[in-house]
């Protein structure tokens, strides 16, 4: 207890940040809550996603993750999260136009739309880190253009992998809850004031922000 109180300030800002950079990037399930309230205005789905499919697919990936990790050892998984990174944030921001430049700006049909979203729901679960520069570059090349729109549903399905995935942790006693409760706190406030504030700045700066944030995360993995 000593030691919570110790660190408690700087848990807390820890937090408000990690959960106002959620509105654009990073996860944090109070976070992902609080900043898809600010963008459920601009929530849209990309072709060939029910809001069904899209709630299923989240919560079994998540779930599917969350399994993985409680289970087996991640060492060996460890090596793939920079290049997994490094292709997404490369996807992110270059897919588009190279989707539009080659003829192939048609959207994706449901097999792929819900593979897609599965593939990156059970990385989500497994290790987070990331997986908002993920979700933002498989939903830009699933069609979904507008960046409002595409942070939305980021949020939406990081919250439904994410809150799936918790419960598998504290089933597998993975959650230290004193420390997570009041990170919890400040991480929703962050959630929501990135989120708010994301809404009101031009999409091409939002975009070159997100890039920026996916190669600063993508050198801190591979150098450490």
Known sequence: ???LLVHSPLLLAVAFV??????????????YASSTFAFRKDLRLPSG???ASLVAVSLLGGALGAVLLVVTPNHAFDVLIP???????VAFAFGPSLMT????????????????????????????GGVGIILLAVFNLLGLQDLNAANGLKNLV???????????????????????????VAATAGGYVGARAIRRVKADYVR?????????MTVLFFVY
């Not at 290049?83 to 944030?89: D, I, R």
């Not at 959207?107 to 729901?121: D, F, K, N, R």
């Open 158 to 184: 990081s919250l439904l992998l994410t809150a799936i995935a918790v419960a598998v942790y504290a089933w597998g006693g993975a959650v230290a809850w004193p420390e997570a409760l009041l990170m919890m």
């Open 18 to 31: 990690a959960g106002a950079l959620n509105a654009v990037a990073v996860a944090m399930l109070p976070g």
């Open 101 to 128: 430049a080659g003829g192939r700006g048609h959207a994706a049909g449901p097999t792929v739309s819900i593979l897609s979203v599965l593939a990156v729901t059970i990385y989500g679960g497994y290790f987070n």
């Open 83 to 89: 290049w997994l990174l490094l292709v997404a944030t």
């Open 1 to 3: 207890m000593t030691a």
């Open 208 to 216: 070159y922000g997100i890039i920026a944030i996916g190669v600063i």
């Open 49 to 51: 996603l029910s809001r």
